[in-house]
């Protein structure tokens, strides 16, 4: 039976291809084949991406016009990397400015593909992203090459468990193309988002037992959420669904325990996956060797220093990634407002694949904490918190500069154990903040759904 789902999935892929509206199918095709070019057949497509963006950009985009100006036009026919280097860093707030006031002006005779509203988590600004058709179809095909890469075939039942509503950052309201094909090509659960005031152990348990009751090769979802559920899948011994192949995690960092935690209560891999909302399907950790792999042919990605600078190997920065494929409203050296690891760039991962690795996004930099050590991350946090299972149960308010409280939810107090939480992220920031400890009954998400692992606290 699902065999048969299969091929007339992927029928109606190849049908809705006669239309380039709708061709999803080639671009997907495409990108499955450009993944096992080696380093420089795929450097040498990723240079020819960035030249023919930035001619575009500078040509066509007063924003990027200006940022143009002083640089020696023939450095971007001779070295575009090199050209693109010389730009300055394009921060959200710069963005949303030019959006609001000149959004004429974007790459006159492009047509619109689709409207993504950002959530604002990471840096504290939303804006509307226009993405022209052929950039919005290319998107679409590495979700499809990501999904697949995970064992997904059309016609498949993916779950989605998201923080927020699956239309909520869709400006323009839901796009045909995705009514299409989330009904016909992989049949898509979307479950209810997350509530504000945080899940509670009766509806994580409720959610939980409608996923083990369904069918679903894939789940994917925020990596808090289905943590939760694998929680009261464990507690309360539920069977997993048999049909599962894979869960891939986004929207928010996941420490190795809590990843192993979810691995074993739905009895299936579990893989990281990258890609905010106005840049889909960046980066996705490989199922043989476990590295994360940047998706060279639609990204260049760097990691700079709050002051714009390259960071060295080994080094926390800032994500800072050039999308070669929209021209309506490019975005170039974009400031996501994550932090990242910096790598080598002359590691290769051994499955044979030529795209480059990058490292684990770490979080959102405005949930960093400055330390003389250096930045204390998110990923840190929650790996120092997982020792004590606490993970999804657990953020950091700020009480002033130098004083943190950590919040708890335990499923059962162990007022011992909280206190011994407190003492090791003290240790762990080098006894630079005062720590006291909170339980709280439910720790509550952000505004946008997503949790927030620090935060100013509410004031009295």
């Excluded at 959006?99 to 804006?127: C, D």
């Excluded at 994580?204 to 979802?221: F, K, M, S, W």
């Excluded at 709280?440 to 759904?449: A, D, K, L, R």
Aim: aromatic letters at 8%; charged letters at 25%; a positive charge.
């Amino acid at each position: 039976m699902n065999m048969l789902r299969n091929i007339a999935s992927e029928s109606l892929y190849r049908l809705a291809a006669q239309s380039s509206r709708f061709d999803v199918y080639h671009p997907w095709q495409e990108l499955i084949a450009s993944q096992w070019l080696d380093a420089k057949a795929l450097k040498d497509l990723r240079t020819s991406r960035l030249r023919n963006l930035l001619k575009h950009s500078v040509s066509n985009v007063p924003f990027y016009k200006q940022k143009a100006c002083g640089i020696d036009p023939q450095l971007l026919m001779q070295d575009p990397l090199a050209f693109l280097n010389q730009l300055e860093i394009t921060s959200r707030s710069a963005l949303t400015a030019v959006a609001e006031n000149v959004r004429s002006a974007w790459s006159p005779g492009l047509k619109s593909g689709a409207a993504v509203r950002t959530s604002g988590t990471g840096t504290g600004v939303r804006f509307d992203l226009k993405i022209d058709n052929a950039a919005f179809l290319r998107k679409y095909a590495l979700l499809l090459r990501n999904y697949h890469t995970l064992g997904w075939r059309p016609g498949d039942t993916i779950y989605s468990l998201w923080p927020f509503s699956h239309e909520a950052y869709q400006s323009g309201g839901r796009d045909i193309r995705r009514v299409i094909a989330d009904t016909l090509f992989h049949p898509k659960r979307y479950f209810p988002p997350m509530p504000r005031e945080g899940l509670s152990e009766e509806q994580a348990l409720l959610i939980a037992r409608r996923i083990v009751t369904g069918d679903p090769v894939l789940i994917e979802g925020d990596g808090h959420y289905i943590g939760r559920l694998a929680e009261a899948i464990t507690r309360y011994d539920l069977k997993p669904p048999g049909s599962l192949r894979a869960i891939k995690l986004a929207t928010c960092p996941t420490p190795e325990a809590g990843r192993k935690r979810i691995a074993k209560a739905f009895n299936c891999p579990v893989f990281d996956n990258y890609g905010p909302h106005e840049m889909e399907g960046v980066a996705l950790q490989c199922t043989y060797s476990g590295l994360m792999h940047l998706s060279a042919e639609s990204y260049i990605a760097e990691i700079v220093d709050d002051d714009g600078l390259l960071c060295r190997s080994g080094e926390v920065g800032n994500l800072c990634l050039t999308d070669l494929d929209n021209r309506l409203q490019p975005l170039i050296r974009y400031i996501i407002g994550d932090v990242i690891r910096t790598r080598s760039e002359e590691q290769h991962c051994s499955c044979g694949r030529g795209l480059p690795l990058i490292g684990h996004v770490e979080g959102r930099r405005i949930e960093c904490l400055e330390t003389t050590n250096g930045l204390f991350t998110p990923l840190a946090f929650l790996d120092l918190m997982a020792a004590f299972n606490l993970e999804n149960r657990c953020r950091m308010l700020r009480l002033s500069k130098r004083r943190i409280r950590l919040e708890v939810s335990p499923y059962r107090r162990d007022i011992e154990k909280e206190e011994e939480a407190a003492h090791a992220l003290a240790s762990a920031l080098r006894n630079e903040y005062q720590i006291e400890v909170s339980f709280v009954p439910i720790i509550p998400t952000g505004e946008s759904g997503k949790m927030r692992y620090l935060s100013d606290a509410p004031e009295s």
